[in-house]
C-alpha cells in the first residue's frame, strides 16, 4: 500500500494512551461505514433522480455517503475527544471531560459591563489584547461590585481537572482560521467564566482559546487576521496551540505521538474502505 505520509520522529505513545484513542477513532468510522454500506442505488436513484442521472455511478455516492458522515463526524467532535483521550491517561492532570457545564454561574453588573467594554475595545482596535490585563479588569470589577445576576451556564470543549496548581484547564477549541465572531464570542466566554469564578470557593479555570494545529508552521508566520483583534496569537496569549496544546495534555512529544499513531491507524481504516468500495485503488 503507498504511504500517504510520513512517520514523525520517533515518539510513540503508551499502550493505555493509544487503547483509549482507538476507542475514539472507532467511533468515528463505525457509523459512516455502516450508513455507507446500508447505501441502496434503486432508492437513490427514485429520491435523487436527476444527481443520480448526472452521476450514474454507485461507487461515487457510496463514497460520497461515507465522506459527508465521516466529516460531519469529526467536524463535530475529534479534536476534543482526542484531548480527552490523551489526558486521561496522563496521571499529571486530572479527569477530562468534553462539552463540560460550568452552571449556576453569576456575574457582577460592574464585570458584565467592563468585560463589554474590553470586547468593544478590541474589536475597534482601540487596545492591544492583554490576557492578563483583561483578567485583572474584570476580577477588579467583579469583587467591587456584589450585585450579581445569574448568567446560567458556560461550556467549554474540553475540561481538564488540576490541569495547574489545583486549578481546571477550561479550554475553548477551534480550527486555526476562525472567523471574527467566534473569536470574539470566545474571548467573551473566558472573561465571563473567569469573572463568575473569581468570587466562588472552586479554583478559577485556566481558560484557554486552543488551535489544535498551526497550518503556518511557526507562530511568527501565523497571519489569519480575523482572531488577532481579541488575541495576540503569535505570542499565544491565553492560547494554547499546537504542540502546547496537546503536550500540556500528555507531556513533552503527544503531538507527534498522536500523529504517528493516527497515521498507524489509517491504513487499518483505508483497508476498510477499500473493501467496502471493491476498489485496491483508493
Known amino acids: 500500500m503507498e504511504q500517504r505520509f510520513d512517520h514523525i520522529g520517533d515518539h510513540e505513545l503508551d499502550a493505555a494512551t493509544k487503547e483509549e484513542l482507538r476507542a475514539v477513532t472507532n467511533g468515528f468510522f463505525e457509523r459512516p461505514l455502516e450508513k455507507a454500506e446500508q447505501f441502496d442505488w434503486d432508492e437513490f436513484k427514485r429520491n435523487e433522480a436527476f444527481k443520480a442521472i448526472m452521476m450514474p455511478s454507485p461507487l461515487f455516492w457510496v463514497l460520497a455517503n461515507f465522506e459527508r458522515s465521516f466529516t460531519q463526524k469529526l467536524g463535530q467532535q475529534m479534536y476534543e475527544a482526542f484531548g480527552q483521550a490523551v489526558a486521561e491517561t496522563n496521571d499529571a492532570v486530572g479527569s477530562a471531560a468534553t462539552q463540560h457545564a460550568c452552571t449556576d454561574l453569576h456575574l457582577s453588573h460592574a464585570?458584565?459591563?467592563?468585560?463589554?467594554?474590553?470586547?468593544?475595545?478590541?474589536?475597534?482596535?482601540?487596545?492591544?489584547?492583554?490576557?492578563?490585563?483583561?483578567?485583572?479588569?474584570?476580577?477588579?470589577?467583579?469583587?467591587?461590585?456584589?450585585?450579581?445576576?445569574?448568567?446560567g451556564k458556560i461550556t467549554w470543549d474540553l475540561w481538564v481537572e488540576d490541569f495547574e496548581n489545583g486549578r481546571?484547564?477550561?479550554?475553548?477549541?477551534?480550527?486555526?482560521?476562525?472567523?471574527?465572531?467566534?473569536?470574539?464570542?470566545?474571548?467573551?466566554?473566558?472573561?465571563?467564566?473567569?469573572?463568575?469564578?473569581?468570587?466562588?470557593e472552586e479554583p478559577t479555570p485556566i481558560c484557554r482559546y486552543v488551535f489544535p494545529f498551526n497550518p503556518y508552521g511557526s507562530l511568527a508566520d501565523y497571519e489569519w487576521w480575523p482572531p488577532q483583534a481579541f488575541f495576540d496569537v503569535q505570542a499565544s496569549d491565553g492560547m494554547l496551540i499546537a504542540e502546547d496544546f496537546w503536550d500540556a495534555l500528555g507531556g513533552p512529544g503527544t503531538m507527534d505521538g498522536l500523529f504517528n499513531f493516527l497515521l498507524e491507524e489509517?491504513?487499518?481504516?483505508?483497508?476498510?474502505?477499500?473493501?467496502?468500495?471493491?476498489?485496491?485503488?483508493l
Do not use: C, F
Open 168 to 200: 481546571p484547564l477550561a479550554a475553548e477549541i477551534k480550527t486555526p482560521k476562525p472567523n471574527r465572531d467566534q473569536t470574539m464570542e470566545s474571548k467573551r466566554q473566558m472573561l465571563k467564566t473567569v469573572a463568575a469564578y473569581s468570587h466562588r
Open 111 to 151: 464585570a458584565e459591563n467592563r468585560i463589554e467594554t474590553i470586547i468593544a475595545e478590541l474589536a475597534d482596535g482601540d487596545r492591544e489584547p492583554d490576557w492578563q490585563q483583561e483578567q485583572a479588569e474584570i476580577t477588579d470589577g467583579a469583587a467591587a461590585d456584589t450585585d450579581r445576576k445569574s448568567i
Open 266 to 281: 489509517s491504513e487499518d481504516n483505508i483497508e476498510k474502505l477499500q473493501a467496502l468500495a471493491g476498489d485496491k485503488t
